[in-house]
C-alpha cells in the first residue's frame, strides 16, 4: 500500500510508473468525499503501468474532502474556485518536478468534483494539462474569453439519468471546450450519477487510444 505524503501544498500519493514504460501518469482527482486513495484501485484498469498521482482535496464539507468550495448543489463559489485551481496547477508543476514527470504525459482523470477542477484547470492553464478523461463533469464556470484548447484531447463520460449533472450542463461544457478548439468524445451511458464499469472500459480504450498516439 502507497502512504500518503503531506507535500507541494496536497496530501497526495504517488505511484511509481513501470520502468521502461511511456512515461504517462494519471493525474486523479476525486469526487466528494473520496481522498487520494479512492480511485487508485482503478489506475491499473484504466491505464496499465501508469504512474499515478493521487492528490487530496484542501477543502471540507461536513468532513468531505473537496477541490473547491460549493454554496450549493451545483453552484460553486468562484472566488474558491479561482484560489483552489490557482493551488492545484502550482501542485502539478512542483510534483512534475519533485517526480520527474513529463507534463505532455500527464492525464487528469477526474470523477464529478474532481473532472469540475480537473477542467477549472484545463481552462485557466491550457498549458499544463493536455489530456483528461472526465466522469460525470459539470460547468466549473464560463470563460470570458475562450482559452486555446487546440492539440488538447479530452474524454467526457456523462450519464442521461444523472440527477446532478443535466445534459444539457454535459452539452455546456462540451461546446466550451470545442470552441477552445479541443478534441472532445463524448461517451453517453444510460445510467446515473455513480462510476460504473461502462465509464472504466470507455476510459480504458480512449486512454489506450492517446497512449498509443503519442
Ligand atoms: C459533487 O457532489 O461533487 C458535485 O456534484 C460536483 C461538485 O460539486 O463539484
Given at each position: 500500500m502507497t502512504r500518503s505524503t503531506n507535500d507541494l501544498g496536497f496530501i497526495h500519493q504517488f505511484v511509481p510508473g513501470a520502468?521502461?514504460?511511456?512515461g504517462v501518469c494519471l493525474l486523479l482527482l476525486h469526487g466528494t468525499?473520496?481522498?487520494?486513495?479512492?480511485l487508485i484501485p482503478l489506475a491499473g484498469s484504466i491505464a496499465p503501468g501508469a504512474a499515478v498521482l493521487s492528490p487530496r482535496g484542501r477543502i471540507l464539507e461536513n468532513g468531505m474532502p473537496r477541490f473547491f468550495r460549493r454554496l450549493a448543489e451545483g453552484v460553486f463559489d468562484q472566488d474558491d474556485l479561482r484560489l483552489q485551481t490557482a493551488a492545484l496547477a502550482r501542485f502539478i508543476e512542483a510534483a512534475s518536478r519533485k517526480y520527474a514527470i513529463k507534463p505532455e504525459r500527464i492525464i487528469a482523470i477526474g470523477y464529478s468534483n474532481g473532472a469540475n477542477v480537473a477542467s477549472s484547470v484545463m481552462l485557466t492553464r491550457p498549458d499544463l494539462l493536455r489530456a483528461a478523461v472526465l466522469f460525470?463533469?459539470?460547468?466549473?464556470f464560463v470563460p470570458q474569453s475562450s482559452p486555446d484548447l487546440n492539440g488538447v484531447k479530452a474524454l467526457f463520460s456523462a450519464a442521461r439519468r444523472d440527477p446532478i449533472v443535466s445534459q444539457s450542463e454535459t452539452g455546456r461544457l462540451v461546446e466550451i471546450f470545442q470552441t477552445a478548439g479541443a478534441d472532445v468524445t463524448v461517451h453517453w451511458y444510460r445510467g446515473g450519477h455513480e462510476l460504473t464499469e461502462d465509464d472504466i472500459e470507455a476510459a480504458a480504450s480512449w486512454i489506450s487510444d492517446w497512449r498509443a498516439a503519442l
Open positions: 520502468e521502461g514504460g511511456d468525499g473520496g481522498d487520494e486513495s479512492s460525470r463533469p459539470m460547468v466549473p
